[in-house]
């Protein structure tokens, strides 16, 4: 009953919420089973959330033109690498997952990477097959839009835990990076 109404609030929100809405930015509690993808990263290497056990993972949904709130979402986990310290890399993973495999090859995304000072040890940026990544923006509840020439996407953000287990999604691109950091903290701790 509890996974029904936080799914139906999902819905909810996502139907409402634009893709650049930070008015609109809602941070849920969740639990279940991490829904589980293979892509490839920056280097094309094959990538797949199962190998991520044992870590906290932040994943992510963005594309390398977009010139509004996917740079600044890009720049707040950015400046989360240094609090995370040693943990990040070990521990803790971030995933950002692109929503535009056309355009954002596996160089692409190291590019990328490189201009906002993205620590790879720690930080993978991901692409594929388009039906890979619409299956993944899907299960993930991160939907996709596209106008004309513009794409718009409902920015989610949501961290699982070593066990592969869902625990906190954050819905919006307006979050406060501290609360993100803490939120991973805590589930590293447990």
């Not at 971030?94 to 190291?110: E, G, H």
């Not at 409902?154 to 950091?181: M, S, W």
Request: charged content about 20%.
């Amino acid at each position: 009953m509890r996974r029904a109404a936080l799914f139906a609030l999902l819905l909810l929100v996502s139907s409402k919420a634009l893709a650049h809405r930070a008015t609109e930015d809602i941070r849920i509690p969740v639990t279940g089973s991490a829904p589980e993808f293979a892509l490839i990263d920056q280097r094309g290497a094959p990538f797949a959330l199962a190998d991520m056990r044992g870590k906290v993972v932040v994943v992510t949904f963005f594309y390398t033109t977009c010139n509004q709130h996917c740079p600044l979402l890009t720049e707040k986990l950015a400046s989360l690498q240094a609090p995370l310290g040693a943990d990040f890399g070990p521990l803790v993973r971030f995933v950002s997952i692109s929503i535009d495999p056309k355009v954002d090859t596996p160089q692409v995304l190291l590019a990328y990477a490189r201009k906002h000072d993205a620590n790879l040890a720690g930080w993978s940026f991901l692409t594929g097959a388009a039906s890979a990544i619409e299956q993944t923006e899907r299960a993930y509840g991160a939907q996709r839009t596209n106008y004309r020439l513009k794409t718009e996407h409902l920015f989610v953000t949501t961290i699982i835990d070593q066990h592969g287990i869902l625990r906190v999604k954050y819905v919006g691109a307006g979050f406060i990076p501290e609360q993100l950091l803490q939120d991973v903290q805590k589930v590293l701790r447990e």
